[in-house]
């Protein structure tokens, strides 16, 4: 895969699981270098990035490309668990998620950078 990988933790301040990705995310960044950026989305501060995707369940995370979305849902900040999604999806081995509200998120985090 040529270009990296976004993944994007969904999250709210006031979440205390999400607080624990802080390190998760750090520690998938040293592993996967430039293969991979990380993104952390507060749902509440930038709901216009969010936009009419409703996330009820902290954290979700959003793993994608900027033409596909290869997964969108909650996980629980285990660095083995995330590693193993991200490490799938730059195989190409999961299916692509084709919910077009979410294709439309993506198209959203992408643009904002």
């Known amino acids: 895969m040529s ?5 994007v933790c969904f999250c709210a301040a006031w979440c205390r699981t999400c607080d624990d990705y802080t390190q998760v995310l750090a520690q998938l960044k040293q592993h996967f270098g430039e293969r991979t950026q990380f993104q952390w989305i507060d749902i509440e501060d930038q709901s216009d990035t969010v936009g009419d995707v409703d996330i ?58």
């Open 3 to 7: 270009l990296p990988l976004t993944v």
């Open 56 to 113: 009820e369940n902290f954290p979700t995370l959003l793993i994608s490309s900027a033409d596909k979305v290869h997964f969108f849902g909650t996980v629980l900040p285990h660095e083995n668990t995330a590693k193993q999604l991200i490490e799938r999806a730059l195989a190409a081995e999961l299916t692509p998620v084709t919910r077009d509200e979410v294709l439309a998120l993506n198209q959203r985090v992408h643009a904002a950078g």
